[in-house]
């Protein structure tokens, strides 16, 4: 009697969350760094003052505890929603270990068919996001695996909800026993290379959507917020603008005497956050006689793993 064929459970799906990585310690600032210029060595004034940022934050950043929890959050939703064992999260950075290429191994080597590969920042670029899943789709391609890759999460109800929230709570601390004008909100991203703008690119057109559907679910008169860009690189060319601490300079000038920065861009703290926001920006404000305050980061906040949950189980 010939009986129906065994088969096993199905084989996983790999996740793959993705950013952008940490040098370790002081001891890994000089690879980090010559990983970053793409294997040319940086100046010894370069990685003096790269040491010196991560000094004035405590000597390293939290980048890779923060993500490491934020995959564990995603897979305990993927867990809750899907049924253990259907999806498995592995994340890999760009510029630092774990590097994507190894959580892709990692996924394949597991059993793993297919990749679902998302970027821990919700704005697409081609100059950004568009770099991390080519790397994916190649080691992918190497094992001969499938990639289903999520471009973009900008608008997803949950991050507007999420961030919306602290905007509200931050705005109210901040305004609390102070009288005068209403402060004056900023949704900064990174800034990128304003070459992306005859690209077609959509990075700055959806900074503005996200920060247009925060401000409306958080009641803010439209001309109480607008978009600024911060942490832009030392190089000859022009990047996108206007940076914060220029943002800043403009609405002092207009009588406004306190700001909200919500980093919009970003999903949890790291040397963009704590040193060029909560050092520099704010040593800016201080300087213009502005009240300051930042929205908190969302890091591995439940809320933010059921959103990245949900996006993974929805790519295309």
Known sequence: MTGAPVTGPPA????VLLS????AGAEDVERYYTDIRRGRRPTEEQLADLRARYEAIGGTSPLAARTRAQAEGVQRALDAAAGVGRYRVWWG????????EEAVDAAAGAGADEVVAA????HYSALSVGEYLERVEEAAARHGIGVRAVRSWHLEPGLVEA???RVGSTLADLAS??????PHTFFTAHSLPARLIGMGDPYPEQLQETAAAVAERAGLARSRWSVAWQSAARTPEPWLGPDVVE???KVAADGVEAVVVCPAGFTSDHLEILYD??????GAAERLGLRFARTTSLNDDPALCDILARVVMGAG
């Open 20 to 23: 952008y990585g940490a040098p």
């Open 247 to 249: 943002a800043m300079e």
């Open 93 to 100: 950075a760009k510029h630092s270990p774990p590097f994507i």
């Open 119 to 122: 970027v821990l920042a919700p």
């Open 277 to 282: 926001l909560d050092v520099v920006a704010r």
């Open 12 to 15: 996983p799906i790999g996740v």
């Open 163 to 165: 961030l919306a929230a």
């Open 177 to 182: 026993g102070e009288a005068g004008p209403p």
